[in-house]
């Protein structure tokens, strides 16, 4: 029997460090979650629509600059990383409580 794992994410150890492309496409990501949560507190932009296309092609622009630098480096094909090796993701008991 292996030892007890207490880590309870399904995708794996967290990078140990994030590159200079994480790092930009993380600042772009929150910058446009806070014009979105400025918005949500009601205060008044002037092109509505416009600051709403900046803000979704912004997140949506991070979330692909880190995607693309975190896998960049790597081989082409599916990247598991031993997800399936974890107790919660290997139809062990943990899993049947999460689907149940």
Do not use: C, E
């Not at 400025?38 to 949506?60: C, E, R, V």
């Amino acid at each position: 029997m292996s030892a007890i794992q207490r880590d309870m994410s399904l995708t794996g150890q967290p990078p140990k460090s994030l590159n200079t492309l994480q790092k930009a496409a993380t600042f772009w990501g929150v910058f446009g979650l806070a014009i979105l949560l400025l918005a949500a507190f009601n205060l008044n932009f002037p092109h509505k629509g416009l600051w709403l296309a900046i803000s979704l092609i912004s997140i949506t622009g991070g979330i692909l600059l880190f995607a693309k630098g975190t896998y960049a480096q790597k081989s082409k094909g599916i990247k598991n990383d031993g997800v399936w090796f974890t107790s919660i993701s290997s139809r062990g008991f943990w899993s049947w409580v999460a689907g149940i």
